[in-house]
């Protein structure tokens, strides 16, 4: 949800803008701007659109500056256009700011600054925080003091970056609920919303925490409090490649990371999964270990796809350790005066660990005294921080704002802790056994299925004009048939719902005819009887089905119209295996109807409004 970079030293930062704001695109992309200092004249400029029009109109320019901010947007105020681009100023074009989040009470300071003479160019919350900050400045208050008296004055959530012509040594960041890195050089600093935007010029970050205040030189930082405390903070280590963020030849992010996920899968339960043993281990689990297998309930909260995978989730430790599981969403969860106790686990799952909606949930459930875990992807992301124990799924970066790898890694993950758990409930050992010799074949099966890639291209081709999908699957499968859902819509702007297949009687089956597209997940498993009979009941009513079944199901061929036949594996996996197929179907799609994969119509990869 808006992307935000910033460079402060002795090169010309222009480039480095350029750069580190297509590396953010997937964080927002109706409108891109920059603000600098060329030949000690301030500058702002800004396009609708992608970044690289910026780029163009930038090239065009030729400008040179040694500080710079620059920022990728995702409209929440103000629809997307050059007025409302970010970065926003005072009057007089000396300030600059860019900013991720929302100022909830900005009509009210808005108001109040109008009656003071202030004009307003946008409709936006932020532009609200220039001329607060100006307001300040104008009384003779320094930069940074006039960014934390404007703070003060503030409701909301902010990640945000300003600079100031009349102060230009210095860019000054604050971080409330959208996240923040500050990048250490040598001779030169850098300020980004990830790292992903900065890791081509260092590996060493400071995360910024909520409340938390910085001044950022070529050669120091200065970390505060809100209190205004000088803070000594930690560096950390970036583990992570630039090769790992590109597309590696490629055509979209999205299909490198389907094609990774035998790896990707592999390295979720690297060194955690104990073949011999029938067991797992995981260490961000050991220091709460008893007090989660004793949980008298489980909770498993999230958003969108993080969600699904929660529900499968659900399947997995109901049926293995036991404990009564409840899944709900996010954004309802943290609103509904939950009822919650010192005896309930909760997980938070959040590929990106900033989905704004997840992370107050999960800071409600430690208000009140669960045991609040997280499982994230992003290393060193909030939601990961903000957890009192978790584990990290190692998907490695998910750029695409489809998630994919994220998905399967999840499940993986899941898996792990339903058999850490279950061992410690009494799981039978050659229960366990069969559980771990299944997960670790998985990345291989995996490979097997992308094999199928060309023929899920063809039926991509035969179905790529129907305006409605309807998924159906069951037990395991249900969250399966959402998740197929969800990636169609999200890419290829095709209305596609997912039901439980046995719920399709009672409405869904009204919209059946000979034009609807029916998808079946249909593996082998203990409801592939009554699945058939659901088959049956679509059949009579001419839809087209398409079935995702075991490898050597032949039985199914004369029901349907196609087929994608995958590996055999037990129960319980099969998500992270039918997964598979529905994503490539939901991407040759998009790409035959010439979508921006990558970067579909009004998504962000990470949410960090509510
Ligand atoms: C997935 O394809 C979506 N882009 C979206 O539903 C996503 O899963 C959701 O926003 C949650 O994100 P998170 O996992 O980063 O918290």
Known sequence: MCGIVGYVGNKNCVPILIQGLKRLEYRGYDSAGIGLIHEDEPIVIKTKGKVSLLEERVNELVLESEIGIGHTRWATHGIPNEQNAHPHTNANKT????????????????????????????DTDTEV??????????????????????????????????????????????????????????????????????????KNVI???????????????VVKSILDKEIEKEIHEINMSIDEIDKGGYPHFMLKEIMEQPESTRNSMRGRLLIEEGSAKLGGLNDIIDRLVNSKRILISACGTSWHAALVGEYMFEQYARIPVEVEYASEFRYRNPILSGE?????????????????????????????????????????????????????????????????????????????????????????KKIADALNEIPSKIAQILKLNDEIEQLAEEFKDSPNFLYLGRGYNFPAALEGA?????????????????????????????????????PKDSTYEKILSNIQEVRARGGRIIAITDEGNGEIDKLVDHTIKIPRT????TPILTSIPLQLLAYHIAVKKALDVDQPRNLAKSVTVE
């Open 95 to 122: 300030l600059f700011i860019i900013h991720n989040g929302i100022i909830e009470n900005f009509q009210a300071l808005k108001n109040n600054l109008i009656i003071l003479g202030y004009k307003f160019e946008s």
């Open 129 to 202: 925080l220039a001329h607060l900050i100006d307001s300040y400045l104008n009384k003779g208050i320094n930069l940074s003091k006039s960014v934390q008296m404007t703070l003060n004055e503030v409701n909301g959530t902010y990640g945000l970056a300003v600079m100031y012509s009349k102060e230009p040594d210095k860019i000054i960041a604050a971080r409330k609920g959208s996240p923040l890195v500050i990048g250490i050089g040598a001779g030169e600093n850098f300020i980004a919303s990830d790292v992903s935007a900065i890791l081509a010029y260092t």
């Open 207 to 221: 995360y910024l925490e909520d409340g938390e205040f910085a001044e950022i030189y070529k050669d120091r930082y």
């Open 344 to 432: 309930d686990s909760i997980f938070f799952i959040s590929q990106s660990g900033e989905t704004a909606d997840t992370l107050a949930a999960l800071k409600e459930a430690k208000s009140r005294g669960a045991l609040a875990l997280g499982i994230c992807n992003v290393v060193g992301s909030t939601i990961a921080r903000e957890s009192m124990s978790g584990v990290y799924i190692h998907a490695g970066p998910e750029i695409g704002v489809a998630s994919t790898k994220a998905f399967t890694a999840q499940l993986v993950v899941l898996a792990l802790i339903t058999l850490l758990i279950s061992k410690r409930k009494g799981l039978k050992p050659s229960d366990g």
């Open 486 to 522: 969800l990636k169609l819509k999200e890419i290829s702007y095709i209305h596609a719902e997912g039901y439980p297949a046995a719920e399709m009687k009672h409405g869904p089956i009204a919209l059946i005819d000979e034009n609807m597209p029916v998808v079946f997940i249909a």
């Open 570 to 573: 037990i129960e319980m996996l």
